[in-house]
């Protein structure tokens, strides 16, 4: 993932698990390809269905790029809902877990 349309949900450097070709709905992560270019990937929030589309928008609302400019999405451009953040791995409060803040509370303990 890259940019900061998602956050705080995601930010810039997060990997995600996508299951392309699934069911999606409201409240769901999910990426399609921008429909100015589709060459372009984009990760958004389904808002609603609108006009046998997706409203998709991103969870940062200062962020531009959703369907604010480019209106309703089709389904064919939506590849798939994002499961779940694979890295950094954050604990149920929050926090980033990981060898390199293991490192630093250990540091500080000394």
């Known amino acids: ?31 399609a390809r921008d ?3 589709p060459q372009l990937v984009l990760l ?4 609603r269905r609108e006009g046998g589309g997706w409203w998709l928008l991103a969870d940062n609302p200062y962020a531009p790029g959703d369907s604010r ?10 590849l798939g809902r994002v499961v779940m953040r694979l890295w950094p ?3 149920a409060r929050g926090r ?3 060898r390199a803040t293991r ?3 250990q540091r500080r303990r000394r």
Do not use: E, N
Request: charged share 20%; net charge neutral; no cysteine.
């Open 96 to 98: 980033v877990l990981g």
């Open 1 to 31: 993932m890259s940019g900061a349309s998602m956050v705080p949900a995601y930010y810039d450097g997060d990997m995600l698990l996508v299951r392309y070709g699934g069911a999606v709905g409201p409240g769901d992560a999910v990426l």
């Open 44 to 47: 958004k929030r389904i808002a």
């Open 69 to 78: 400019q480019f209106g309703a999405v089709p389904d064919t451009l939506v």
């Open 103 to 105: 490192g630093l509370r």
């Open 89 to 91: 791995p954050i604990s």
């Open 35 to 37: 429909p100015r270019d």
